[in-house]
Structure formats: structure tokens, C-alpha cells
């Protein structure tokens, strides 16, 4: 089945204590990207990836790191979590980043809470 | 960063009725999107919308994209409990997707 997968689904916190959250997708799409999720606020992208080993930042990236260093796997990582990162992200790849007909898939979310 | 207004934020409606939300935008998009979320899952795609003027239909749901590629509309025709959810609507820019706020759509039975 073609999905994206992300881990954990849920996670509680503190200030401070380096994470990871992992992301993986099975249809052998070049592009990956992040979002934060926020009441009234949409969608916001925080880092995308056209490839491996090419990241560029998004809206949102002040406090976030990404690493491409296979084409399936795209991690978040929040080397120094605040309570202000405290939201639902989601992580989505597609295959023509640009493209008209392009479709982004997205995975089941995370929800973070940093205390 | 171009940004995507949607309205209603939230709408609540009786089973049966016909509604409308729309996206819009002061600046052209080369194409839009529109998703539905379900809670406790991902966005996923509903359509594009690519040339001006544009109408798309996915059953009960009509999709229209502005004759400028500034604003879009979705129609939903005699809307059932199943339809409740959050619609977002998406621009492409480049290589991103900019995404409205959503809009909560709440069919009662």
C-alpha cells in the first residue's frame, strides 16, 4: 500500500530535550516536506526536499533541522524543543513538486506537546 | 509568501442542504487544490483546478477556479453527514503549496 508513515503519532515533552520525528514514504517520490498544523493558522511549511541531500527552508524553519539522506526517509529533528513548537505536524511527499497536476500525500500527523 | 483566505471558518448545516466555501487570494496561482481532513488523519487531495475559468465536478462537490487564478470555489449539493471535515485550499507557488486557514464544515443528520 503507497503511504507515508510518521513516528511517533503522539508525544509530551520538555523544554529542551532534543527529538526526532521520523518520516518515511514508499512510493519513491523525490519530494518531501513538513508542516506545522495550528488552529486558524492552515498549514504552514517548515523545510522541504526536491532530493536526497537537497533541503531548503520553508515559511516556518527557525527551530527545526531535516535531513535527506535517502530518497524514502525525511526526519524532523527539534534539537532544542519550546512550548511555542507545541502543534500537529504532518509530513507529505509527491512526485512533480510544481507540477499542475502534482498530488501531495500526506502522513498521519504528530502531535507534539513540548511543556 | 502569497496568502489564501478562506471563508466561512466554520459552518454548521442540516443534512440535505447545499453550501459554499470559498478561497481567495489577491495574487495569481498557477494552479489550486482542494483537500479534505478527516480528524486524527492527513490532508487528502479532492482536485485541481488549473485553467482560469475551470469547473470540476466529484459527484456532489463542484469545484470552480476563478477566470483570473485568484480565487476558487467548492460547492457541495445536498450535503451529507459523511462530508463534515476540515476543507483546505492550496496554491501552488514554485515548488511549494501555500494552504488557506481551512474551513470546519459540520453536516448534521
Known amino acids: 500500500e503507497a503511504q507515508v508513515t510518521q513516528n511517533p503519532r503522539y508525544l509530551i515533552t520538555v523544554t529542551g530535550k532534543k527529538l526526532t520525528v521520523t518520516c518515511s514514504q514508499n512510493?519513491?517520490?523525490?519530494?518531501m516536506s513538513w508542516y506545522r498544523q495550528d488552529p486558524g493558522l492552515g498549514l504552514r511549511q517548515i523545510y522541504y526536499?526536491?532530493?536526497?541531500?537537497?533541503?531548503d527552508k520553508g515559511d516556518v524553519p527557525e527551530g527545526y533541522k531535516v535531513s535527506r539522506k535517502e530518497k524514502r526517509n525525511f526526519p524532523l529533528i527539534l534539537e532544542s524543543p519550546s512550548p511555542n513548537q507545541t502543534s500537529l505536524y504532518f509530513c507529505a511527499s509527491s512526485l512533480y513538486p510544481g507540477a499542475n497536476t502534482d498530488t501531495q500525500y500526506f502522513g498521519p500527523g504528530t502531535r507534539l506537546t513540548v511543556l | 509568501t502569497q496568502l489564501l483566505e478562506q471563508s466561512p471558518q466554520f459552518l454548521s448545516i442540516q443534512e440535505g442542504e447545499n453550501l459554499t466555501v470559498y478561497c481567495n487570494s489577491s495574487s495569481v496561482f498557477s494552479s489550486l487544490q482542494w483537500y479534505r481532513q478527516e480528524p486524527g488523519e492527513g490532508p487528502v487531495l479532492l482536485v485541481t483546478?488549473?485553467?482560469?475559468?475551470e469547473v470540476k465536478k466529484l459527484k456532489r462537490l463542484t469545484f470552480q477556479f476563478g477566470d483570473a487564478r485568484k480565487d476558487s470555489s467548492l460547492h457541495i449539493t445536498a450535503a451529507q453527514p459523511g462530508d463534515t471535515g476540515l476543507y483546505l485550499c492550496a496554491g501552488a507557488e514554485g515548488n511549494k503549496l501555500v494552504f488557506g486557514a481551512g474551513t470546519i464544515l459540520r453536516v448534521k443528520s
Open positions: 526536499s526536491m532530493n536526497v541531500e537537497v533541503t
Open positions: 483546478v488549473v485553467t482560469g475559468g
Open positions: 512510493m519513491n517520490h523525490e519530494y
